[in-house]
């Protein structure tokens, strides 16, 4: 027991020198030790004042521990102005971080919106585009020869030559080996409008 005392005191001079070195740690770190060790020096005092009663050396002991005690209690009260201004400081620093994050969510916010706006015109634009080209198709298919609309919109094909004709024997051609295409096909496929049948 007096062993583990001893060797905690000494910690605790070890510790004491420590702090009294400026610049060791922020004030507030020390600030905090020195509660710590405050508070640890209180708990073996109580200890140490009961074997007092009956051993002098403990009696020693106990002087010691409360000097010791009192010493730290000193350095508690010279650290606590800039222990406190360190943690007002970090409260700041805490403070602003968490504006500017609020602010960089906000951006970001900002510009998921223009992005989806953006998405939301393009694909107004393509739906006009399609719009526009039905009406064109439409258009197209109002304009196509009457002579189509009258044969439902079959015509014949020799089997050599260029033309396209309204029936299969046309200019004397073999009947047998023309062919029925729709004029669409016929004109895909380069063929033009005979001038004697149509
Ligand atoms: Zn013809």
């Known amino acids: 027991m007096r062993k583990k005392t001893l060797a905690a005191f000494i910690a605790a001079i070890i510790l004491s020198l420590a702090l009294s070195i400026p610049g060791f740690a922020g004030a507030l770190s020390d600030f905090q030790a020195a509660q710590a060790q405050a508070a640890a020096l209180t708990a073996q005092i109580q200890q140490v004042q009961v074997l007092a009663q009956t051993d002098p050396a403990q009696a020693v002991q106990l002087q010691a521990l409360q000097a010791q005690?009192?010493?730290?209690?000193?350095?508690?009260?010279?650290?606590?102005?800039?222990?406190?201004?360190?943690?007002?400081?970090?409260?700041?620093?805490?403070?602003?971080?968490?504006?500017?994050?609020?602010?960089?969510?906000?951006?970001?916010?900002?510009?998921?919106?223009?992005?989806?706006?953006?998405?939301?015109?393009?694909?107004?634009?393509?739906?006009?585009?399609?719009?526009k080209q039905q009406q064109t198709a439409a258009v197209q298919q109002r304009s196509m020869p009457a002579a189509t609309q009258s044969t439902g919109g079959m015509v014949w094909l020799s089997a050599t030559g260029s033309k396209y004709h309204s029936f299969n024997n046309c200019s004397g051609m073999?009947?047998?080996?023309?062919?029925?295409?729709?004029?669409?096909?016929?004109?895909?496929?380069?063929?033009?409008?005979?001038?004697?049948?149509?």
């Open 69 to 131: 005690l009192l010493q730290v209690q000193q350095l508690i009260a010279s650290l606590q102005p800039a222990a406190l201004q360190e943690l007002q400081q970090q409260q700041a620093a805490q403070q602003a971080a968490a504006q500017k994050a609020a602010q960089q969510a906000a951006q970001q916010a900002a510009a998921q919106q223009a992005a989806a706006q953006q998405a939301a015109q393009k694909a107004a634009a393509l739906q006009a585009a399609a719009l």
């Open 174 to 198: 073999n009947a047998a080996k023309a062919r029925q295409v729709t004029l669409q096909q016929a004109l895909s496929e380069g063929y033009q409008k005979c001038k004697n049948c149509w």
